[in-house]
């Protein structure tokens, strides 16, 4: 009778024991987003928007403090009912055109939007000029003059002599 | 004669790219310059009590140093500052930034307070105003309360030597 009470006094001990455990281990858990729908809007917005700090990954991507405050700023301008370009326009007037991943199209770009179009329209026409220039110059070099073409009925001459 | 043409291209091609190498990426150039500083009403560093404006400081030419006691880089910059107060050429404001009130009370008694006055921006949000991404960071503002002058990390002597000081002379004039 006592070693079924010390039984399950051990028993208890060691739920308890494993249950404390448990606390140790386990996290409180994240709170998922209030509000998915916003939080999809944050996200597709944020991926088109660079993080200053990384250069290299956008504010959706990034960890670093500046990204967070980017992502809490812009979820407070949606939650007041701000429009996507209210939001980049607000960003854009602090951090420059530099925070957009997509360069915009105005008179200081036009050489980076439109430079590759350019150089490979030039490129070919170049080519298709070569190409043309070079066809005549074959048939130019093919006309003998009387000369040549003396000397060269000379040689043939000899040839079939042989 | 036939090579000078691409020779040509290639060369114009070399000096965009030799242009190129010389930028710093990080250094993003703000926009802020030559508009008028954005508006804030903080409370001081020292005296939670008073507030202080940006546009307390119309009229006068002055600077405006973003920094934090968790930035090591504005360690580095911190004894060029003292120096600069020293000479009281221009007023240098402190905006103390995403800190700690009392460790930034702490640090200044550490390390010197060459600030008239540090403001608290305690949440970033006259930071993101202002379009800063980093600490510290330095704004040189005119008697018109426009921002004239970014300088991104930290103030150097030879900054302020070749860049700031020059400015500032040209401003106060």
């Given at each position: 009778m006592s070693t079924d009470l010390l039984?399950?006094?051990?028993?208890?001990?060691?739920?308890?024991?494993?249950?404390?455990?448990?606390?140790?281990?386990?996290?409180?858990?994240?709170?998922?987003?209030?509000?998915?729908?916003?939080?999809?809007?944050?996200?597709?917005?944020?991926?088109?928007?660079?993080?200053?700090?990384?250069q290299n990954e956008t504010l959706a991507a990034s960890r670093a403090d500046f990204s967070v405050d980017m992502r809490?700023?812009?979820?407070?301008?949606?939650?007041?009912?701000?429009?996507?370009?209210?939001?980049?326009?607000?960003?854009?007037?602090?951090?420059?055109?530099?925070?957009?991943?997509?360069?915009?199209?105005?008179?200081?770009?036009?050489?980076?939007?439109?430079?590759?179009?350019?150089?490979?329209?030039?490129?070919?026409?170049?080519?298709i000029f070569y190409l043309k220039h070079r066809g005549r110059t074959k048939e130019a070099e093919l006309t003998l003059t009387d000369k040549e073409r003396l000397r060269a009925e000379s040689l043939i001459k000899e040839m079939d002599k042989d | 004669?036939?090579?000078?043409?691409?020779?040509?291209?290639?060369?114009?091609?070399?000096?965009?790219?030799?242009?190129?190498?010389?930028?710093?990426?990080?250094?993003?150039?703000?926009?802020?310059?030559d508009k008028p500083a954005p508006v804030f009403q903080l409370h001081q560093l020292e005296d939670p009590s008073k507030t202080i404006s940006s546009e307390d400081n119309l009229g006068k030419v002055w600077m405006l140093n973003v920094w934090a006691s968790w930035c090591v880089a504005c360690r580095d910059e911190h004894p060029v500052l003292v120096e600069l107060s020293k000479l009281g050429i221009v007023p240098v404001y402190g905006l103390n930034y995403k800190d700690q009130r009392d460790t930034a009370m702490q640090w200044l008694k550490q390390f010197g307070n060459p600030y008239e006055v540090s403001v608290?921006?305690?949440?970033?949000?006259?930071?993101?105003?202002?379009?800063?991404?980093?600490?510290?960071?330095?704004?040189?503002?005119?008697k018109q309360g426009v921002i004239r002058y970014k300088h991104i990390g930290p103030v150097t002597v030879q900054s302020l030597t070749d860049k700031i000081l020059p400015l500032i002379n040209e401003l106060k004039s």
């Open positions: 039984k399950y006094c051990l028993i208890a001990l060691a739920l308890s024991f494993f249950s404390f455990q448990g606390n140790l281990y386990a996290n409180e858990a994240v709170p998922v987003a209030e509000d998915l729908e916003l939080e999809k809007r944050l996200n597709k917005l944020a991926e088109n928007l660079r993080c200053l700090v990384c809490n700023e812009i979820r407070e301008q949606m939650k007041m009912n701000k429009s996507d370009e209210e939001i980049i326009d607000f960003l854009v007037a602090r951090y420059g055109d530099f925070i957009l991943f997509n360069p915009p199209f105005k008179p200081t770009t036009w050489l980076l939007w439109l430079g590759p179009f350019t150089l490979l329209l030039v490129g070919g026409f170049a080519l | 004669m036939r090579f000078l043409l691409p020779l040509g291209i290639f060369l114009v091609l070399v000096i965009f790219l030799g242009i190129g190498l010389t930028l710093n990426p990080r250094q993003v150039p703000s926009p802020l310059i608290v921006d305690a949440d970033g949000k006259v930071g993101i105003d202002y379009g800063v991404y980093g600490v510290p960071e330095t704004y040189v503002i005119d």
